[in-house]
């Protein structure tokens, strides 16, 4: 098994950082951090960051809280697929991988209900989005609805689509971004997830309705330009900021998280985004890179 050089954090922490010393290609580069909110007993969020060889990996996993344990969902999907594109599987094999292995090796525990015969320990099921780097191309694989944004030039010019009942109608246009989304009560019924004992479910690809295996991840390949900067983020991140703030505070503060702790917490607080949206009480992590 290849020895990886990275970070992972999760596993029910309360708040963690990303950080690298001063002998790092990465410092000043990449950041990021998780943090368990408020109003929440557990932090369900995971994140890491590798260093292959050839390549940079970053993942962002949310577990699901209808499930038991998920936040070892999320920490087993953020170590798993790191190791496996390593070890020259790709996004797509992978995923399946972590997915068959949360069904049946560490299958979720429903409420009321023994272990199973098999079962290694309890689990759960989780988002993830992750993104590889070679060069100037970046893959970017989701699943559910944690997100990965591009950002250049203080614009977002690319975000991932949720897999959710929510984001299926913002592709039908049965919803637009301009309505009041947020409080939609679809926004948080997931289509796919890591674990989900779901068989498939359908969504919209190439402007088409098909059926897609649960824990296939949507893959999106393009270009990456120097200082444009790549976020992605659990649904606690990007429910509490506009998109202008995004946009914006992402190249203006990505070399200190902390400046995104203190700006969500004061959102919980209040009650209200800059935009008079009624906050989201939970976990948050999020990872920002800078391509240089």
């Known amino acids: 098994m290849t020895k990886l ?10 708040e963690g950082i990303i950080r690298f010393d001063d002998a790092s290609p ?7 951090l998780t943090n368990v909110g408020r109003g929440r007993s557990k932090n369900q969020d995971a994140l890491s960051v590798h260093m292959l060889p050839d390549r940079l990996v970053l993942c962002v996993a949310d577990g699901l809280g209808c499930y038991e344990n998920s936040e070892k969902s999320a920490y087993h999907a953020v170590t798993s697929v790191p190791q496996d594109l390593a070890e020259g599987i790709d996004f797509v094999n992978s995923c399946g991988d972590v997915h068959h292995e949360l069904l049946n090796y560490y299958p979720y525990l429903q409420k009321g209900y023994p272990k199973l015969p098999s079962q290694k320990e309890d689990m759960g099921a989780t988002t993830l989005v992750s993104a590889e780097i070679l060069g100037n191309r970046l893959t970017i694989a989701n699943i559910g609805d944690s997100r990965a944004y591009l950002i250049r030039d203080n614009k977002i010019i690319f975000s991932t689509r949720d897999q959710s009942i929510l984001g299926l109608m913002f592709l039908t246009g049965e919803v637009k971004k301009t309505d009041n989304w947020r409080k939609n009560p679809y926004r948080s019924v997931l289509l796919n997830a890591l674990g989900s004992p779901e068989k498939e479910f359908d969504y919209i690809v190439n402007d088409k309705m098909v059926p897609n295996p649960t824990g296939f991840p949507l893959l999106e390949t393009m270009e990456i330009k ?8 659990s649904d606690g991140f990007y429910m509490n900021l506009t998109e202008t703030e995004i946009a914006n505070e992402c190249p203006r503060h990505h070399h200190n998280p902390e400046w995104f702790t203190d700006k969500i917490l004061q959102v919980i607080k209040n009650g209200k985004t800059t935009e008079g949206i009624e906050a989201t009480h939970d976990n948050f992590t999020f990872l920002v890179y800078k391509h240089l």
């Open 26 to 32: 990465l410092l000043g580069r990449v950041t990021g």
């Open 5 to 14: 050089d990275g970070q992972i954090l999760g596993n029910n922490i309360r």
């Open 226 to 233: 120097k200082d444009d900067y790549l976020l992605l983020a």
